[in-house]
């Protein structure tokens, strides 16, 4: 948003004034770095409730419709955010007399991905109504946007989208956004035999499938010279937390989710990031923090779908493995330890990939064509 403000377009974020995390709101309007920013008050119940969660997103859907009528005679275009709260559905009622150009960016679909993690029943009547209000919602805006293209093949199969209709854009990260130790130097470098700590990063639910990490935990704690430390939040980040102390496990440490300079030390110490996908999740998702690593120079190795956006991006460009098990990884991170010219070529990859293809520039680009038909 931020880009497109600097490039001369007029710029108006509609969002929650609650934070992702418990604690104080956000100002209801501000305007950052040439960017109006307006945040509509919700319940700010707590998201481990289901009701919570579905009270906070009915009166977010009813405040962004209110600001949706607001501006759209003075807007070009709408870009939806859909994380999972479907805004989508937004999409007819922001029609009528506007000629506004309406696109989804879906990073979490419902109930697509809660049928397949087995949290909603894929037959039950609340489902039924999502998958149609989905089809409607899908097939009265312009463009959609995925971060993936196993997500892109999905929305066309499920809901019968046209291929024309869905652009990929990859999700990008931002060095200056950061906060990496000064004394960090990049590329990468590892000296032979050098202790390997491995980090695990990000919201610790049921698409990170949490039992990998605990076979993580144990196979780490018999190798000398590897430790790895888990960080986030989420439901199951506390159990996690129980059961590496009642296993005595001293090669892996639970952190609690952090941001700013304290994450940016984090990244700043690690040699390496790890994340997972439940292959449940394939064409549902994208690991964000997969972009994150490669961009503070981090070799990731990685348990997903071979046939995932993630598998394709890590083999593509050189910066990581991609693992069919947990004893696959540890025997990539014994290769990585052995091997320093390897560590380097990939940290060199990694930050090459997010300086070209997988860039911000790049990914600013490409949302300039799909809102506005035009790049600067």
């Known amino acids: ?116 993690l087995g949290i909603m029943p894929g037959h039950s009547p609340l489902a039924a109504v999502a998958r149609r209000l989905n089809r409607r919602g899908l097939a009265s805006i312009d463009a959609i946007v995925v971060p993936g293209r196993d997500m892109k093949q999905h929305v066309m199969q499920a809901y019968g989208v046209a291929e024309e209709k869905v652009t990929v854009i990859s999700n990008w990260s931002d060095i200056s956004r950061l906060y990496l130790d000064r004394d960090v130097s990049l590329p990468r470098t590892l000296c032979l035999g050098q202790p390997l700590l491995i980090l695990a990063a990000g919201h610790m639910g049921r698409a990170q499938d949490v039992d990998k990490l605990k076979q993580l935990c144990s196979l780490i704690e018999s190798e000398e010279g590897m430790f790895l430390q888990i960080v986030g939040s989420g439901p199951f980040i506390g159990n996690l937390r129980d059961w590496v102390r009642e296993q005595h496990l001293h090669h892996t440490a639970i952190l609690d989710f952090c941001e700013g300079t304290a994450f940016g030390h984090l990244l700043s110490t690690a040699s390496c990031g790890f994340l997972s996908l439940d292959s449940r999740m394939l064409g549902l998702g994208v690991p964000s923090r997969t972009y994150t690593y490669l961009c503070a120079g981090l070799p990731v190795l990685a348990i997903v779908p071979s046939s995932s956006e993630t598998a394709a991006q890590l083999s593509g460009i050189g910066a990581g493995f991609v693992a069919a098990d947990v004893a696959m990884v540890v025997a990539y991170l014994r290769e990585l330890r052995q091997d320093p010219g390897l560590y380097s070529r990939m940290s060199a990859a990694a930050l090459s990939a997010t300086e070209g293809p997988l860039s ?14 035009q790049e600067t």
């Not at 479907?86 to 809660?114: C, E, K, M, Q, T």
């Open 1 to 116: 948003m931020e880009d497109l403000a600097a490039a001369g377009h007029d710029v108006t974020v509609v969002c929650s004034a609650q934070r992702y995390r418990a604690g104080a709101q956000c100002p209801v309007e501000d305007v950052p770095a040439g960017v109006r920013v307006v945040r509509c008050r919700t319940p700010g119940l707590s998201r481990s409730s289901s009701l919570g969660r579905l009270l906070n997103w009915v009166v977010f859907l009813a405040s962004a419709e209110r600001q949706l009528h607001r501006h759209a005679a003075s807007v070009d275009a709408v870009l939806a955010v859909i994380n999972p709260i479907p805004l989508h559905w937004l999409a007819a009622r922001a029609r009528p007399g506007h000629s506004v150009r309406f696109v989804a960016l879906i990073w979490d679909l419902l109930p697509d991905s809660a049928v397949a």
């Open 360 to 373: 911000r520039c790049q990914a600013v680009r490409q949302y300039e064509q799909v809102l506005f038909g």
